[in-house]
């Protein structure tokens, strides 16, 4: 969510009908369309987190992925939570009733949200490149206590990089004694130039330049290596994680793009139309959409999170045997075993003909 950007948007003033039907079609549509991302975006990761630490507390330990896609619907989830304060904004024409100190930690949430999720990608892709590359050698890498440890840094290095949202992030003045939330900077023709660029580079273009040259070498070594591989249900898996962390990827700076382009642009652009604007909440949408479709990109490409879904969500049903015993005063009492239980020797199973159901 950028602020200062988005409240500073002014209107041409040539062909000013064709800008008043673009505005009332964006403000009638899109609080509509960021309210499905929202609904959506809130099940589905909830949905992947109920799944992984159901599978954690009930059968097994958290692998690394595990760690990274758990962690990751984290920050998704997050990032969406400051979704109804950007259509109660579309819906109150760009004004802020929430006070300064909200402003500054959803301005702050929001941003850290958008960082913690690039560098989960990129720690994703650097585990990917482990195991695909190395699989042997780094082994005692891979652990879940690393991941661990991983995660934690990128929270402390995304927290460092968004200083400047902390310090500037506020309440600016609006006409009839209104407010909307912005980043106040200091000198802002010079401040936005240079923080826009900022944004840009930790936020989006090292990161990818990192992703796509590591991706490029589990590719080459993929399709020149001649040693001797793990076995290969243990290649299979790999295969299958690392599939789904390039589409995860592939997504993410996807839907990324537009937005991060459209703030280059927005740089050399003195007075954006309406058009430009109606642009840009499409780009913010495409940002939001992001977080909505990850837990349905594990869902569709991973056939070990469809079983532990399954599992997480399935009821309970055991189905019920009765076995008769003998109280010392002469009267039977029913025993109810599970299915599938070893029966004692010389046990006899009755059926009876009516049967409390608990």
């Keep these: 969510m950028d602020f200062l950007n988005r409240s500073n948007v002014s209107a041409g003033s040539a062909n000013l009908t064709t800008d008043k039907d673009v505005a009332l079609h964006c ?5 509509v369309i960021f309210g499905v991302i929202c609904f959506l975006g809130i099940v589905g990761n909830c949905m992947v987190m109920y799944t992984i630490m159901k599978k954690t507390k009930c059968r097994a330990k958290q692998t690394v992925p595990d760690i990274f896609i758990l962690n990751l619907s984290i920050v998704d989830l997050l990032f969406l939570l400051g979704m109804p304060f950007l ?6 024409n760009g004004t802020w009733h929430f006070g300064a100190a909200m402003c500054t930690v959803i301005t702050a ?11 989960i990608l990129t720690a994703m892709t650097l585990d990917r490149y482990l195991a695909t590359v190395h699989p042997i050698r780094f082994n005692y890498v891979r652990t879940p206590r690393v991941a661990t440890l991983v995660i934690a840094l990128v929270w402390g290095l995304s927290l460092l990089t968004i200083i400047p949202v902390w310090m500037y992030a506020g309440l600016m003045p609006l006409p009839d004694g209104l407010v909307a939330c912005a980043l106040l900077l200091p000198d802002p023709v010079t401040d936005t130039y240079w923080f826009t660029l900022y944004q840009f580079f930790l936020a989006f273009a090292i990161p990818l330049a990192i992703i796509c040259l590591v991706f490029f070498k589990i590719l080459q070594h993929m399709s020149t290596s001649v040693a001797p591989l793990p076995p290969r249900s243990l290649r299979v898996r790999t295969k299958k994680v690392t599939r789904m962390a390039v589409a995860i990827c ?3 700076f996807i839907c990324w793009a537009p937005y991060y382009i459209l703030q280059l642009v927005h740089l050399g652009v003195q007075y954006p139309s309406l058009a430009f604007s109606y642009a840009y909440n499409i780009a913010i949408s495409m ?3 992001n977080s909505c479709i990850n837990p349905f990109l594990y869902i569709i490409l991973s056939e070990t999170f469809k079983r532990q879904f399954a599992r997480a969500v399935r009821p309970i049903n055991r189905k019920f045997r009765v076995h008769p015993s003998t109280t010392d ?6 025993r109810m075993v599970p299915e599938g239980a070893q029966q004692e020797p010389g046990s006899r199973e009755v059926l009876p003909s009516n049967v409390a159901s608990h």
């Excluded at 259509?87 to 109150?92: K, T």
């Design 27 to 31: 403000g009638a549509s899109l609080p």
């Design 87 to 92: 259509i109660h904004q579309l819906l109150g």
């Design 109 to 119: 949430l929001d941003s850290n949200s958008q960082i913690v999720s690039t560098y």
């Design 250 to 252: 592939l997504a993410f």
């Design 287 to 289: 940002g939001y959409a």
């Design 329 to 334: 005063g002469g009267s039977v009492s029913v």
